[in-house]
């Protein structure tokens, strides 16, 4: 879709310059903290070795343990994959509207959730 065409004039113009920098200043944060979250996380859900010495209770609550890092692992690389898509399109004119309605998203919940696509009206529709 050539996103040019549909937002010609009828948007004003609803982020400053100055907040795009903040948002992206925070988007690379974002990323740095994630990767690091993500390498030691995919240290933790390695598999457990079977022979390993632990007790069968120990064991099981390591593997309990490990489910949870795996989710936290697997939502962590979706938001790194969102947040990256977001950096790349935070100069694009659509950074910041609505894929549904087309309205500005709000610069506060950019800011908190760079990576939305729908404002705060249509995110709580799906
Ligand atoms: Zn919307």
New binding site residues.
């Given amino acids: 879709m050539d996103y040019t065409l549909i937002i010609p004039y009828k948007k004003e113009f609803h982020m400053t310059q100055t907040e795009k920098a903040e948002i992206k200043t925070h988007i690379l944060h974002e990323i740095d903290k994630l990767q690091q979250q993500i390498n030691t996380l995919q240290e933790k859900a390695k598999p457990i070795a079977p022979d390993c010495s632990l007790g069968r209770l120990t064991r099981m609550e390591a593997m309990a343990e490990q489910e949870v890092n795996r989710r936290i692992l697997d939502e962590s690389k979706l938001r790194l994959t969102r947040l990256k898509n977001a950096l790349s399109r935070i100069d694009h004119p659509m950074f910041g509207i609505?894929i549904?309605?087309?309205?500005p998203?709000g610069v506060d919940r950019m800011k908190i959730h760079p990576e939305s696509v729908?404002?705060v009206?249509?995110a709580s529709e799906q």
Avoid: Q, V
Avoid at 100 to 103: I, P, R, S, T, V
């Fill in positions: 609505c549904e309605c087309e309205e998203i729908r404002c009206a249509c």
